[in-house]
């Protein structure tokens, strides 16, 4: 596969979040034209001021959604062309009741956020990479998809469940170019993580700009020998 040594033009979902910034500026620092989606373009806008021109491209859209999703990837393509490398950050997360309380609602919120968004999203990007016999897609799941842990089925359940698409996803792949992988951090340091968990030591958890530099590899060449992987950050 003869990519640059960064991709060159970078989809990001969930960009105006903590670890979606650090990757845009990642990116950003590389040379790449980013196309940045989230699901508030106000937000995008105030995180992101002057970068919405010619070069990059800021987009509102619902990730659960595939109408809009398709939407927003006509868009990209319209003014991009194609894509090199798709990174789906976007996802949520929510402590929850014991599973035998566990509230439907509160279920279908985290597989729709962590599990479909990105059937939507790779739906809606992955057939032009096909075309091109080339590209990248890499995921954020989570450490903790790997065990159950009290109070936080419905979360872990969704991101077992992204991995396992993941990994699908790059058995079906493979033979057309592209790769498909994951990060899986344990506890990201980011603001909302410090607010949630003024007790903890942050010490050891993982900075989003480590995070950044690791999706950065899984789309660079070095990592053109993994499919399916899930790269465990813990500091």
Do not use: C
Request: net charge negative.
């Amino acid at each position: 596969m003869n990519e640059a040594n960064t991709a060159r033009h970078v989809v990001i979902t969930g960009a105006a979040g903590a670890l979606g910034r650090a990757v845009v500026q990642h990116f950003l620092d590389q040379g790449a034209r980013v196309a940045l989606i989230d699901h508030r373009m106000a937000h995008l806008m105030a995180v992101f001021p002057g970068l919405d021109n010619s070069q990059h491209l800021l987009v509102e859209a619902d990730v659960t959604s595939v109408p809009a999703m398709a939407d927003a990837a006509r868009g990209i393509l319209s003014t991009f062309k194609h894509v090199d490398a798709l990174v789906h950050i976007a996802g949520g997360f929510e402590m929850g009741d014991a599973v035998h309380a566990l509230d439907r609602a509160a279920w279908d919120r985290m597989m729709n956020l962590n599990a479909w968004s990105f059937v939507a999203v790779t739906q809606a990007l992955v057939p032009s990479m096909i075309e091109r016999k080339s590209g990248s897609v890499v995921a954020v799941s989570a450490k903790t998809a790997s065990h159950g842990l009290a109070a936080m089925s419905a979360y872990i359940a969704s991101k077992s469940a992204l991995q396992r698409l993941v990994e699908a996803s790059a058995a079906e792949l493979k033979e057309h170019g592209i790769r498909v992988n994951s990060i899986a951090p344990s506890v990201l340091d980011t603001p909302a993580n410090r607010s949630a968990m003024p007790r903890a030591d942050p010490a050891g958890w993982v900075s989003t700009s480590v995070a950044a530099q690791t999706i950065g590899f899984l789309v660079s060449p070095a990592a053109e020998a993994l499919h399916g992987q899930h790269l465990m950050l813990d500091a």
